[in-house]
């Protein structure tokens, strides 16, 4: 019994050793970001200020506390299974999302879920959104410093009260070496049709690019990463606007576009899938950078193809996921600074 609780014991030790340099050297190697348009992640209550009523019980979605908690779960299980993934390890060490109500729901995926066993930290402000949706960033405290974040305000010079959803800027530090300027985005929907709503969506690339022209100018960094639901796709006008090369000294590479070109989509809808979630880097990362779009089989319907697995289909109560498919970058990590 003596040699043989000796023997148990050197094996926990030799694979603790082997066990803990994988996790580090790997951790360190790399690190990655997902971006996710969780399909209206609301609380039940009601806010006066914004039209959030059809996600209340008494609105047209019939929108419940016990529905919002499994919707939170939910998003906790995709978090798990896209770390797995990734790096096999813990969850993203960023997640960008899109149409997030408040800091209430966030506070409630970070501490009332069972993601609270991690140390994640959020940068969130409010927008001026109708619907009171906005952008927000979690990030893993241990491996993420965020040095400053504010909202660009996406604003209309030929209607001045009409108002979208702001971009959001975080300057994060990674493991203490990379620096990166992040942008997360949720440009303004096609409602209304293609052509109608097209010039919104130029003036939120026009607001990008001016911040874009500031950074380079105060700072020379060159470490940029936009990603977000553009509601367009690589080859369309305000997205192509950011990765011309133009008259500027930047420009902007799209990791999504090799995706597209081979029919890969995260949105399905009108018989087709579209390409609206996307990443774009600075030319100094993309060689240092992956994208992929995570089609996950729990996050799919499956009928004769293929769809995500949503919340809602119109009035109807579904219990998925959302109506958009994640995307992920993973960026292989300085091991100097620039």
């Known amino acids: 019994m003596k040699n043989g609780g000796q023997g148990i014991l050197f094996f926990c030790v030799l694979m603790l050793i082997l066990w803990v340099p994988a996790r580090t050297v790997h951790s360190q190697g790399s690190i990655s970001l997902l971006f996710y348009n969780t399909e209206n992640f609301f609380d039940p209550f009601d806010d006066s200020l914004t039209l959030d009523d059809e996600f209340t019980p008494a609105g047209e979605k019939h929108w419940t506390f016990e529905r919002f908690r499994q919707k939170a779960n939910l998003l906790y299980k995709l978090f798990m299974a896209a770390g797995e993934h990734l790096n096999g390890w813990d969850p993203p060490a960023m997640i960008a999302l899109a149409e997030v109500e ?131 796709e690589p080859a369309d006008p305000a997205v192509s606007f950011l990765t011309g090369r133009g008259n500027r000294d930047w420009y902007l590479v799209n990791l999504m576009e090799p995706l597209l070109k081979k029919g890969g989509g995260t949105l399905f809808y009108d018989g087709r899938w579209w390409l609206f979630d996307q990443f774009l880097v600075s030319g100094q990362l ?27 289909a119109g009035p109807q109560y ?17 091991p100097e600074h620039d």
């Open 102 to 232: 408040n800091g209430y729901v966030l506070h409630y995926l970070l501490q009332e879920t069972p993601f609270q066993k991690f140390d994640y930290g959020r940068v969130h402000y409010e927008s001026p959104d109708r619907r009171g949706i906005d952008v927000a960033l979690l990030y893993d405290r241990k491996r993420v410093e965020v040095l400053s974040s504010r909202p660009l305000p996406v604003r209309f010079p030929e209607d001045t009260l009409s108002v979208k959803r702001d971009i959001l800027y975080v300057l994060v530090r990674v493991d203490g070496r990379d620096t990166l300027a992040l942008f997360i985005n949720h440009w303004p929907s096609r409602y209304g049709g293609y052509q109608a709503s097209e010039q919104h969506r130029r003036v939120a690339a026009q607001v990008l690019a001016a911040s874009l022209d500031t950074l380079r100018e105060s700072t020379g960094r060159g470490r940029v990463v936009v990603t977000g639901d553009l509601n367009d």
């Open 286 to 312: 993309a060689g240092r950078c992956r994208a992929e779009i995570l089609k996950f089989p729990f996050l799919l319907e499956h009928k004769q193809v293929d769809i995500p697995r949503r919340t809602y």
């Open 318 to 334: 579904l219990g998925g996921f959302s109506d958009h498919l994640p995307v992920a970058l993973t960026l292989q990590i300085n």
